[in-house]
């Protein structure tokens, strides 16, 4: 049994940054194949979620099926794998590659490589993607195709001489984009006769249909029927329906090599499907399973409540929902003395919370207060363990500890060259090791090593700020250094507050220590007693701000006599107000706490 290669298919994904029309291509190729009727067509088609379509961004990975009739006289399956752009979704873009042979890269010609371009085209370089070039956007009046052609030669090392020119907007030259794909790109290659093998590319949840899992058949061929086997799980199940999208479900007789496609096997949760498992027969298995593709790790931490504490269990179904479609989110119970009972959640990244957030908010009629978003540190303790450490109210006792060490991250920025300054600032304030920065044409790309700590909080917007919008900016985890880290909390009236506390670099401390207590103190309302608002490492405190007590005037009834009366009154309201502080409750209002959180130095 040989692999044959599969002629009239191709599968391919598009890659791109932030806002460089792949969305828009993907409907301009939908359209010009005629997958859809003009009455069906829709703006942004695979942009399924309200929130894809209002901020403009892709969240989920998306496919669908063409057929185009060439100029050979052929007709030929396009299997199109529509990616996300941006850093927090780059899981979705590797499983995407995964399941194709080729990548349309596209660049907008007025504004060039971005740094998520050279992310995800190196991507698809690593997984041996054959790579046609799109410039979008040549009918602006800034576009300087020749320009960014030699950019992306001279940038990211491929030849970009027959680089396709298109307007997604207008549908200038999509015919050109589908002939390079038939023309350019590899067909898929495998064994019909062979057990059958295929990757499970992702998967979600129907509410009419159970778990809907998308495939990518390697060797075999899968039929409606038929007893399938999940090799990482070990579990087995029946196919009630198989088929295509195009971009509607369409059921087929089969899917064979090379196909991508989805089946239905009445499973209950999406958490049983695990992505980049192998999917092959129960009866004929296959020998070795697909490599796939590392498992998604949170790297941001921080604690959802309610507002209204009856709210705790719509938010507990609400997030079970959500987990069953999207497996890189996950939570866990917690309880906070101040906020009550709530989650603690992991994410990939701000963008993910954000939006994890909102959907919680907006689909689930929810109102949410988060805490501080904190990364996940390792701790080395004193007798050899090591323990992550994902809230730091949780943090051991100090003796305890031998070593913190937090995540750090290898950071790509491009900017103009009259920003180069600022940016660099900013890396530099924020505990940043340069590695390198060289020349893209008139922009600096300058390479630093970070601490994700210091990313978390407003990195990006910072960044936006400082060049005025223009910097784009990608990372990834590199690895996890020892640091100089303490726990800083924040004690009110002599209590500490455990949803304020979080770690932080020594030399940051005291800056960052200050700032809180003086948002504290404009946020919390007067007592009719003084307040104290400190922030402390351990025992020692390293900032102070106090809030003035509410007076009430006795000495309004006393006019004329003996002074000693009045200060006999003021003696007697200063006892009391004393006693008030000892056994006086501090309230905090919701607001005080969703504002301090959202600050940052």
Same mark, same amino acid.
């Given at each position: 049994?040989?692999?044959?290669? !599969?002629?009239?298919?191709?599968?391919?994904?598009?890659?791109?940054?932030?806002?460089?029309?792949?969305?828009?291509?993907?409907?301009?190729?939908?359209?010009?194949?005629?997958?859809?009727?003009?009455?069906?067509?829709?703006?942004?088609?695979?942009?399924?979620?309200?929130?894809?379509?209002?901020?403009?961004?892709?969240?989920?990975?998306?496919?669908?099926?063409?057929?185009?009739?060439?100029?050979?006289?052929?007709?030929?399956?396009?299997?199109?794998?529509?990616?996300?752009?941006?850093?927090? !979704?780059?899981?979705?873009?590797?499983?995407?590659?995964?399941?194709?042979?080729?990548?349309?890269?596209?660049?907008? *010609?007025?504004?060039?490589?971005?740094?998520?371009?050279?992310?995800?085209?190196?991507?698809?370089?690593?997984?041996?993607?054959?790579?046609?070039?799109?410039?979008?956007?040549?009918?602006?009046?800034?576009?300087?195709?020749?320009?960014?052609?030699?950019?992306?030669?001279?940038?990211?090392?491929?030849?970009?001489?027959?680089?396709?020119?298109?307007?997604?907007?207008?549908?200038?030259?999509?015919?050109?984009?589908?002939?390079?794909?038939?023309?350019?790109?590899?067909?898929?290659?495998?064994?019909?006769?062979?057990?059958?093998?295929?990757?499970?590319?992702?998967?979600?949840?129907?509410?009419?249909?159970?778990?809907?899992?998308?495939?990518?058949?390697?060797?075999?061929?899968?039929?409606?029927?038929?007893?399938?086997?999940?090799?990482?799980?070990?579990?087995?199940?029946?196919?009630?329906?198989?088929?295509?999208?195009?971009?509607?479900?369409?059921?087929?007789?089969?899917?064979?090599?090379?196909?991508?496609? !989805?089946?239905?096997?009445?499973?209950?949760?999406?958490?049983?499907?695990?992505?980049?498992?192998?999917?092959?027969?129960?009866?004929?298995?296959?020998?070795?399973?697909?490599?796939?593709?590392?498992?998604?790790?949170?790297?941001?931490?921080?604690?959802?409540?309610?507002?209204?504490?009856?709210?705790?269990?719509?938010?507990?179904?609400?997030?079970?929902?959500?987990?069953?479609?999207?497996?890189?989110?996950?939570?866990?119970?917690?309880?906070? *003395?101040?906020?009550? +009972?709530? +989650?603690?959640?992991?994410?990939?990244?701000?963008?993910?919370?954000?939006?994890?957030?909102?959907?919680?908010?907006?689909?689930?009629?929810?109102?949410?207060?988060?805490?501080?978003?904190?990364?996940?540190?390792?701790?080395?303790?004193?007798?050899?363990?090591?323990?992550?450490?994902?809230?730091?109210?949780?943090?051991?006792?100090?003796?305890?500890?031998?070593?913190?060490?937090?995540?750090?991250?290898?950071?790509?920025?491009?900017?103009?060259?009259?920003?180069?300054?600022?940016?660099?600032?900013?890396?530099?304030?924020?505990?940043?090791?340069?590695?390198?920065?060289?020349?893209?044409?008139?922009?600096?790309?300058?390479?630093?090593?970070?601490?994700?700590?210091?990313?978390?909080?407003? !990195?990006?917007?910072?960044?936006?700020?400082?060049?005025?919008?223009?910097?784009?900016?990608?990372?990834?985890?590199?690895?996890?250094?020892?640091?100089?880290?303490?726990?800083?909390?924040?004690?009110?009236?002599?209590?500490?507050?455990?949803?304020?506390?979080?770690?932080?670099?020594?030399?940051?401390?005291?800056?960052?220590?200050?700032?809180?207590?003086?948002?504290?103190?404009?946020?919390?309302?007067?007592?009719?007693?003084?307040?104290?608002?400190?922030?402390?490492?351990?025992?020692?405190?390293?900032?102070?701000?106090?809030?003035?007590?509410?007076?009430?005037?006795?000495?309004?009834?006393?006019?004329?006599?003996?002074?000693?009366?009045?200060?006999?009154?003021?003696?007697?309201?200063?006892?009391?107000?004393?006693?008030?502080?000892?056994?006086?409750?501090?309230?905090?209002?919701?607001?005080?706490?969703?504002?301090?959180?959202?600050?940052?130095?």
């Amino acid at each position: 049994m040989t692999a044959r290669t !599969f002629d009239n298919i191709r599968n391919f994904s598009i890659v791109a940054h932030i806002d460089h029309g792949k969305s828009t291509l993907a409907d301009r190729l939908i359209q010009t194949t005629g997958a859809l009727s003009a009455r069906e067509m829709t703006e942004q088609v695979l942009d399924s979620m309200d929130i894809e379509r209002e901020r403009g961004i892709t969240i989920k990975a998306q496919t669908v099926r063409l057929e185009y009739k060439a100029q050979d006289g052929k007709t030929y399956i396009l299997n199109l794998m529509d990616t996300p752009g941006h850093v927090d !979704f780059a899981y979705e873009v590797s499983r995407s590659l995964a399941a194709c042979e080729g990548s349309l890269l596209v660049v907008d *010609a007025s504004q060039g490589v971005e740094a998520q371009t050279l992310a995800n085209v190196y991507q698809a370089i690593d997984a041996n993607h054959e790579i046609v070039s799109v410039l979008n956007k040549i009918d602006l009046p800034a576009a300087d195709p020749d320009r960014i052609k030699e950019q992306i030669e001279e940038v990211i090392g491929i030849d970009a001489s027959e680089a396709v020119p298109i307007s997604a907007k207008t549908g200038l030259n999509i015919e050109g984009v589908l002939e390079a794909i038939v023309q350019k790109l590899p067909p898929p290659k495998g064994d019909p006769d062979a057990p059958l093998k295929a990757l499970l590319v992702d998967s979600w949840y129907d509410a009419y249909l159970g778990v809907v899992v998308l495939v990518r058949i390697v060797d075999g061929t899968m039929k409606k029927g038929q007893t399938i086997k999940m090799m990482g799980t070990g579990a087995s199940y029946g196919l009630d329906r198989v088929g295509v999208f195009n971009p509607k479900m369409t059921e087929m007789a089969q899917l064979g090599p090379g196909e991508v496609g !989805f089946f239905t096997a009445s499973i209950k949760e999406v958490a049983d499907t695990r992505v980049g498992d192998t999917i092959t027969d129960e009866r004929k298995p296959t020998a070795a399973a697909l490599p796939g593709f590392k498992p998604v790790q949170p790297v941001v931490f921080c604690g959802l409540f309610p507002v209204d504490a009856a709210d705790f269990e719509n938010l507990r179904a609400a997030m079970g929902k959500l987990r069953l479609n999207d497996a890189s989110f996950s939570y866990e119970m917690e309880t906070s *003395a101040a906020l009550g +009972f709530g +989650f603690r959640c992991g994410f990939l990244g701000l963008l993910h919370l954000e939006i994890i957030q909102e959907r919680l908010e907006r689909e689930f009629n929810l109102d949410l207060i988060s805490t501080a978003p904190s990364v996940v540190y390792h701790l080395r303790m004193t007798d050899g363990t090591m323990k992550e450490l994902h809230n730091p109210a949780d943090m051991p006792d100090v003796m305890k500890i031998d070593a913190i060490e937090e995540p750090w991250i290898r950071a790509t920025i491009l900017a103009p060259d009259e920003y180069l300054g600022a940016v660099l600032k900013l890396c530099q304030d924020r505990r940043g090791v340069q590695i390198d920065l060289n020349y893209v044409g008139k922009r600096a790309m300058v390479v630093y090593d970070l601490p994700l700590n210091e990313v978390v909080f407003d !990195f990006y917007d910072r960044l936006k700020s400082v060049s005025k919008g223009y910097a784009s900016f990608d990372y990834h985890i590199s690895d996890y250094r020892e640091g100089d880290l303490v726990k800083m909390s924040v004690l009110v009236n002599g209590e500490p507050v455990d949803a304020l506390s979080m770690l932080v670099h020594r030399t940051r401390a005291e800056g960052r220590g200050r700032a809180m207590c003086e948002k504290l103190k404009e946020l919390i309302p007067p007592h009719m007693f003084q307040i104290p608002v400190q922030a402390a490492i351990g025992g020692k405190i390293i900032a102070r701000e106090t809030i003035r007590a509410l007076r009430k005037d006795v000495t309004a009834k006393c006019y004329g006599g003996d002074a000693s009366r009045k200060r006999k009154l003021l003696d007697k309201q200063k006892e009391g107000k004393k006693r008030m502080r000892q056994y006086g409750k501090v309230d905090i209002p919701q607001e005080a706490f969703i504002a301090a959180l959202k600050m940052d130095t």
